[in-house]
């Protein structure tokens, strides 16, 4: 059974503080681990997809990395507009309808 | 930019009732899907729908649950005989037909039972 693990389960920064977030997974033969942002009473919005260990993507102060066994999401120079769940999830092998695996995501929270 | 858009926003519902929520998904997409997310849980894979057909559920989409795209834009969930357990928000999310796309979501359908 897949499994997404995300930690940690809330962090706090000063604005300006950087930090990374992780997302560790086991699957067998990822398709792709995607990054999502969810704020209050919305639906995820999507970020990033990663593929293959060693890919890294950027957007603005995220940058998203990938290993064989986990994900990280750094985040530089955070704004207290970063603040939101920060959702990690899997896509496993060759299932037919290409569902997501969540994790429990990480409440991230950047104060002024 | 195009989104998900999903109807209604809030449903409130007495046990034992039958209810449809409704997704317009983005409209050159051809893979639908929905999710849902129990308070304070994770967001839990529900169905899959391509080409007209369930092409991969969960083992929490029983004989209760059941979709249909009854026309060119629409796709619903219609959740039978409601249960206090099925109280959660409801996500719709749609792809593109390569399967390196992402899956983009609406803000969701908060699903209250009474």
């Known amino acids: 059974e897949d499994q997404v693990t995300q930690s940690p389960e809330a962090l706090r920064l000063q604005e300006g503080e950087s930090s990374s977030l992780n997302c560790s997974y086991t699957v067998s033969g990822l398709r792709g681990l995607f990054w999502y942002r969810q704020d209050p009473g919305k639906g995820p919005e999507f970020l990033f997809t990663?593929?293959?260990a060693g890919e890294e993507k950027e957007k603005e102060r995220l940058k998203a990395t990938l290993t064989k066994k986990e994900s990280f999401l750094h985040i530089t120079a955070p704004k207290p507009e970063d603040s939101a769940t920060y959702l990690c999830a899997v896509q496993e092998g060759e299932t037919s309808g290409s569902r997501l695996t969540f994790g429990e995501g990480t409440q991230l929270t950047v104060n002024p | 930019e195009p989104e998900v858009t999903q109807t209604p926003s809030h449903q409130v519902t007495q046990m034992g009732q039958e209810v449809i929520l409704r997704c317009v998904p983005i409209?050159?997409?051809?893979?639908f899907y929905w999710y849902r997310q129990i308070l304070g849980q994770k967001v839990e894979f529900l169905v899959s729908f391509y080409n007209n057909e369930i092409s991969e559920k969960s083992e929490i989409f029983d004989d209760q649950f059941s979709v249909e795209r009854p026309d060119g834009s629409n796709f619903t969930l219609k959740i039978r005989s409601t249960k206090l357990e099925d109280s959660a928000m409801y996500f719709c999310?749609?792809?593109?037909?390569?399967?390196?796309?992402?899956?983009?979501f609406g803000d969701g359908t908060r699903l209250s039972i009474l």
């Open positions: 990663l593929y293959s």
């Open positions: 409209s050159n997409h051809l893979y």
């Open positions: 999310a749609s792809r593109g037909d390569s399967s390196n796309q992402p899956q983009h």
